[in-house]
């Protein structure tokens, strides 16, 4: 199912991100005090897998959960119809915790920021961090990533489509042209 553009990464390159990730993850925290949420859809994946390699060298179970920010946007009543909201899972109590937010994507931050919001709702964390596969640049507000897949500079008439195998059959991260 792969899509033309330019293959940026492929099956081994995300797997080698995921590894060297949970590792700097590891580096910095604890594994009991460590918790994973992503960002819906391809962040939650994301973070599952990098849960899943946390909990294989710390021989236990990593929690790990989701948030839907559809309700935490800033352009909500902006014109842009009726948001999807597709359900926050987080079952584990955040207070206390060293949370890695996990995203495939980062660009303007917005969406970082919105996940921010909803993750304090539910309660107040030792600290928070960022993790993504893919970092393209162009903030709009000031959110940078603690752990990197991969830095990309990419101009705003680009688009990066992260495919997963969950939902896309295979693991490939292409950068298009926005007209594509």
């Known amino acids: 199912m792969a899509s033309k553009g330019e293959s940026v990464l492929d099956a081994n390159d995300i797997a080698e991100s995921i590894r060297r990730i949970s590792d700097e993850i590891l580096s910095r925290g604890r594994c009991g005090d460590i918790a994973i949420i992503g960002i819906k859809a391809r962040g939650e994946i994301l973070a599952r897998r990098i849960a899943d390699h946390l909990g294989e060298v710390c021989h236990e179970d990593i929690p790990v959960g989701a948030v839907d920010i559809a309700l935490y946007r800033d352009d909500l009543g902006c014109g842009g119809g009726n948001p999807?909201?597709?359900?926050?899972?987080?079952?584990?109590?955040?207070?206390?915790?060293?949370?890695?937010?996990?995203?495939?994507?980062l660009y303007t931050g917005r969406t970082v920021r919105?996940?921010?919001?909803?993750?304090i709702d539910f309660g107040r964390p030792k600290r928070i961090q960022l993790a993504v596969l893919i970092d393209r640049g162009?903030?709009?507000?000031?959110?940078a990533a603690d752990y990197v897949g991969k830095s990309l500079e990419v101009g705003p008439r680009r688009r990066i489509e992260v495919h997963l195998r969950e939902t896309d059959g295979e693991d490939e991260v292409v950068i298009k042209s926005s007209s594509s």
């Open 84 to 105: 999807e909201v597709r359900g926050t899972e987080i079952d584990f109590d955040v207070n206390g915790k060293d949370i890695v937010l996990v995203d495939d994507v």
């Open 138 to 143: 162009r903030r709009e507000l000031p959110i």
């Open 114 to 119: 919105a996940a921010l919001d909803q993750i």
